[in-house]
């Protein structure tokens, strides 16, 4: 009997094609795993498909839930958004495959596990990184990375050995999608200069159609984790659905990005998030409420690992783990309800409220029952200037150079 080989099998080409390859190059019999983690597909052709190939086995595995509760939510507490603009979705799905396809071939028991990244991206390095983490005696495979073939040969290939070209292939994009967003690059998106042309989106109006009223909406949130739209409670994958749908169709969460991939290069990046959009800027605002000036300092620097950790392949790892610490632990207070306005492409939170609110109307305001004792500013303010006063003295007055050595211009007399 052969070894197996558990396939990462998305339906497309490149996959299709390895289940062939597999069989052909390793001798190995394939076993089709397509993980659904909200990327919309017709499941049983993509089954189908993955047996009419060749695949010894076809199964599909709903990972959304999973994917939202352990991955999605985690991230979101975090604030993790990659360079400041990538809400990391396509990274945040990679090490939950890499769980499931171990799984996996533990139940099968097989030897090898295969993925059909190329040697360019990131995804090649979560895959491994992950499985190799969770299970270091299973063989890992990446056809595409070592089958040389072009995109031309790669057809001609399956033309060869009877498999169906999928009309995507026409497609001049490579698209990666899940709950959390969608990924798009590849044709002319390579030209960073150049407008992305409206079919590069698929989940967001163009802002310019978008509906001439704003919508307004409020979503409640327990523990950094959003659980309610206005009013009404809801599961997270259903949450994400809807605020895909609602935010897309008002032109919410299209990012264009130059990003610094793991492998040194940097490629130009169409990303659609309208619910990961929404939803860190409604959390970020919540925090902003509950949160001392410290813990939102700190949160900072801590977003920026986790974020860096997710996109660089580093899920399971111990610096994970006391960086999720951190996290969960940041977020007792983080319960209340966020109001936000979509409006031509635009995401504005125009409320907040939380029981834990830091926000004191008596010391902000500046109306009658104002409680802030002004005059103790006077102190504090001898206090605080201190230092600088000390370090002006010695240090820095009548130097030429310097925060103190601006001059102004020679006033010209007039006569
Ligand atoms: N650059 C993103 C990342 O590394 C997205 C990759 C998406 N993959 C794709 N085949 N389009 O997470």
């Not at 597909?41 to 839930?65: C, H, M, N, T």
């Not at 040697?119 to 299970?135: C, P, T």
């Amino acid at each position: 009997m052969a070894d197996k080989v558990i396939l990462a099998y998305s339906g497309g080409l490149d996959t299709s094609v390895a289940i062939k390859w597999l069989s052909e190059e390793y001798g190995l019999d394939v076993i089709a795993v397509t993980i659904d983690v909200g990327n919309e597909r017709d499941f049983s052709s993509i089954r189908q498909k993955a047996l009419d190939v060749g695949a010894l086995k076809a199964l599909v595995i709903d990972a959304k839930e999973l994917f939202v509760t352990y991955f999605v939510f985690p991230a979101l507490q975090a604030d993790a958004i990659y360079e400041g603009q990538y809400p990391l979705a396509t990274a945040l799905s990679r090490p939950l495959m890499a769980k499931l396809l171990v799984d996996t071939a533990r139940d099968e028991k097989a030897t090898t596990v295969a993925h059909g990244c190329t040697g360019k991206g990131n995804d090649q390095v979560r895959f491994e990184v992950g499985i190799s983490a969770l299970a270091p005696d299973l063989k890992v495979i990446a056809p595409a990375r070592e089958w040389g073939m072009n995109r031309e040969q790669t057809i001609s290939y399956a033309q060869r050995h009877g498999i169906t070209v999928p009309v995507t292939v026409s497609s001049p994009y490579s698209v990666d999608e899940c709950l959390w967003g969608r990924s798009n690059e590849c044709g002319v998106l390579e030209d960073p200069w150049v407008e992305p042309p409206p079919d590069a989106y698929t989940w967001t109006k163009s802002p310019a159609e978008a509906p001439d009223e704003p919508a307004y909406l409020d979503i409640g949130f327990d523990k950094g984790i959003p659980v309610s739209i206005d009013g009404e409670k809801i599961d997270g994958v259903s949450l994400i659905y809807r605020l895909n749908e609602l935010a897309g169709r008002h032109g919410v969460g299209r990012i264009d990005h130059i990003e610094n991939r793991l492998v040194g290069i940097k490629s130009r990046e169409i990303y659609e998030a309208p619910a990961a959009t929404v939803l860190l800027q409604a959390h970020q605002a919540l925090e902003a409420m509950t949160l001392s000036k410290e813990q939102l300092r700190f949160k900072q620097k801590v977003a920026m690992e986790y974020a860096d950790l997710i996109y660089n392949g580093l899920w399971f790892t111990s610096l994970h783990q006391d960086l999720a610490a951190y996290v969960r632990s940041s977020q007792r207070c983080v319960t209340g309800t966020v109001r936000l306005k979509l409006f031509k492409g635009n995401c504005t939170v125009v409320g907040r409220k939380s029981p834990f609110s830091l926000y004191d109307y008596g010391l902000a305001t500046y109306d009658k029952g104002d409680q802030f004792d002004q005059t103790a500013s006077a102190g504090f303010i001898h206090i605080w200037g201190l230092p600088v006063r000390t370090q002006t003295r010695v240090q820095l007055l009548g130097q030429d150079e310097g925060p103190l050595s601006i001059t102004a211009p020679q006033k010209q007399e007039e006569d």
